[in-house]
């Protein structure tokens, strides 16, 4: 079955880089996702990368898939206050339902 | 004005009340989803509608229905309310063949 687990807390500084991990096992996930949650909001999309891509970098966002180990990665530069959040990984096929299978969740927090 | 909107934003009721949500959108999209959010297990798939004849039953789907009255309109009821349906209910829309999903900013349901 799918299966998509994140670490639940992240802490950083102001400034620093924020690395937020994921591990999924369905090796027929072609599309993998970044959602922001924050408090008392919806989920906001930020990202995603079709699983034939190793790298893909939207401004401060940068995302890694390592696609034998089943692992991607959310690097955030110059973390902010404002990107105190829970982010969420998810995964699809782009066969039948495409609806997401998503990890917990994992919950950063930026110390000014 | 919002894209994917849910009606009510808040709910409160008693253990064994019929209760609907409702889920509205102006993208145009033929794909609906309803997902439910839980503390610590990220949010799972209570059912998903291709189009207006098209439903079908997600991973956690029993003590739930829904109903496609139109495309842009995909309402989730609760036939008898127990307590462990208290979560944040989030509805989802995509474009057949597009990668991503757009979500509603969810309905908090708490049942007493």
């Known amino acids: 079955g799918e299966d998509v687990e994140q670490s639940l807390f992240l802490s950083v500084r102001e400034g620093d880089s924020s690395v937020i991990n994921c591990t999924y096992t369905?090796?027929?996930?072609?599309?993998l996702y970044w959602y922001k949650q924050e408090p008392g909001a919806g989920l906001q999309l930020l990202t995603y990368?079709?699983?034939?891509?190793d790298m893909k970098q939207d401004q401060r966002l940068t995302v890694l898939l390592n696609k034998k180990d089943k692992h991607l990665s959310l690097r955030i530069a110059d973390t902010q206050t404002g990107d105190s959040a829970i982010y969420f990984c998810a995964e699809s096929m782009n066969t039948g339902r495409r609806a997401l299978t998503f990890g917990s969740g994992t919950r950063l927090q930026v110390q000014p | 004005d919002a894209d994917v909107t849910q009606t009510p934003r808040n709910r409160i009721t008693k253990t064994g009340k019929r209760i609907m949500l409702e889920c509205s959108q102006t993208?145009?999209?033929?794909?609906m989803y309803w997902y439910r959010q839980d503390p610590g297990l990220g949010l799972r798939l209570i059912y998903y509608s291709f189009d207006v004849k098209d439903i079908n039953k997600g991973e956690i789907s029993d003590g739930y229905s829904v109903s496609r009255q139109a495309q842009a309109k995909f309402s989730l009821s609760l036939e008898s309310a127990i307590p462990n349906q208290t979560a944040l209910y989030f509805c989802a829309t995509s474009l057949q063949g597009a990668a991503e999903q757009f979500f509603g900013p969810g309905t908090r349901l708490t049942v007493l």
């Open positions: 369905d090796s027929s996930s072609t599309y």
């Open positions: 990368i079709f699983s034939n891509m």
């Open positions: 993208k145009g999209h033929d794909r």
